[in-house]
């Protein structure tokens, strides 16, 4: 039975190196290109409780070398001073816009709600959404507009380069890449037609907007607290093409500042990613922690040097696609994998008890 079990364990390493090797050799990046377009892109922001990070974000989208750009704020009723930030920024800037947003509607979430108004607004061929922790380099908004024309896409999704500043944000937040990259070949977002190989990440949204504007994206997934990944599925479903990639350094975002506020932010949409299937989460943490530990009770040397080896290689490949320090993901590895069963438990409790909350209010 034991050795069954290790049977069943090697598996599912294996099976997780082989997605992450081939995310590591097919490169799913978005690359620079030096033509350059000149259509216009809507770059919309929704703002909630952002004075601490807001004005890095539209500081870097000044400097961006695109120039036909018109960028709105949402102010979702923040309670700090994010309003009076933004609106003197915009007073010295005129291709930035501020606006106030409605009271939350019934069956809407606050984000999907915000989204929803600044598309309103916008009056791009194209529709960026970013979040307001971000800062973003020159390249960016180019290589995207390429990319969707080239590649006729609805909608294209970056998962963001991550900064991690204490060493509690690095006990987290590159659990975030850990899962992705080593769980879905990215590659298969754009190739497949099936939903099921769907993901984005609403850290960077861009859409065809015509092809937002005749399907109102945010409008149908409005009470889905993971709408970036919805958003694909229904592209897909709606037989258009999607594509999700790494930004290749080209948009960084600090998503946390601390140990709290990270397992606090992960916790909340956790268990999304698997249906929100209690058991099936649970059988992936029991695999891809209980099965190592197992394992390693066994005393057998060999088989204990090859599974170290394979979480090795896959912590190697996973920390240079995303552009974080493989050093210290492999050292902090184990503290990472308790990190993530505290996630676990704090995830189910809030799914269980329905006590989901973000910025103030119940998701």
Same mark, same amino acid.
């Given at each position: ?166 060493? %509690?944000?690095?006990?987290? =937040?590159? +659990?975030?890449?850990?899962?992705? #990259?080593? $769980?879905?070949?990215?590659? @298969? !977002?754009? *190739? ?97 922690? %209980?099965?190592?530990?197992? =394992?390693? +009770?066994?005393?057998?040397?060999? #088989?204990? $040097?090859?599974?170290?080896? @394979? !979480?090795? *290689? ?50």
């Amino acid at each position: 039975m034991a050795i069954l079990f290790c049977y069943l364990v090697y598996f599912f390493l294996i099976l997780r190196f082989c997605v992450t090797l081939f995310n590591f050799i097919s490169n799913p990046k978005l690359t620079k290109v030096s033509r350059q377009y000149h259509d216009l892109v809507s770059i919309l922001v929704p703002a909630r409780d952002e004075e601490k990070n807001i004005l890095t974000l539209l500081q870097s989208i000044e400097k961006q070398d695109y120039k036909n750009i018109e960028v709105i704020v949402l102010d979702d009723q923040s309670t700090d001073h994010t309003y009076n930030l933004c609106t003197e920024f915009a007073r010295k800037n005129p291709t930035v816009k501020v606006i106030i947003g409605k009271p939350l509607p019934e069956g809407w979430l606050g984000k999907n709600y915000a989204c929803y108004q600044l598309a309103q607004q916008a009056k791009g061929k194209y529709l960026l959404f970013l979040d307001a922790d971000e800062e973003i380099y020159n390249g960016l908004i180019n290589s995207a507009v390429y990319r969707t024309k080239v590649h006729r896409l609805a909608l294209l999704s970056l998962f963001t380069n991550q900064v991690m500043v204490t060493l %509690g944000e690095t006990l987290v =937040v590159p +659990l975030m890449h850990y899962m992705l #990259l080593n $769980l879905l070949p990215l590659r @298969l !977002i754009y *190739l497949s037609k099936n939903p099921a190989f769907a993901a984005a990440s609403g850290q960077f949204m861009f859409f065809d907007a015509e092809k937002y504007r005749g399907h109102q994206w945010h409008q149908k997934v409005k009470d889905q607290v993971v709408e970036d990944v919805e958003i694909m599925k229904c592209v897909k479903q709606n037989r258009l093409k999607g594509e999700g990639l790494l930004a290749n350094g080209l948009i960084r975002c600090r998503m946390y500042n601390n140990y709290q506020e990270a397992v606090h932010g992960f916790s909340k949409n956790f268990l999304a990613p698997f249906n929100y299937s209690i058991i099936t989460f649970l059988l992936y943490l029991f695999f891809l922690i %209980g099965g190592p530990i197992i =394992v390693g +009770l066994t005393l057998n040397l060999q #088989l204990f $040097l090859m599974m170290v080896s @394979l !979480i090795v *290689l896959t912590r190697i490949m996973i920390s240079l696609e995303s552009g974080q320090n493989p050093f210290y993901n492999m050292l902090l590895h184990p503290l990472q994998m308790v990190s993530l069963v505290i996630i676990a438990h704090l995830s189910i409790k809030k799914h269980l008890t329905k006590t989901v909350t973000w910025k103030g209010r119940k998701v």
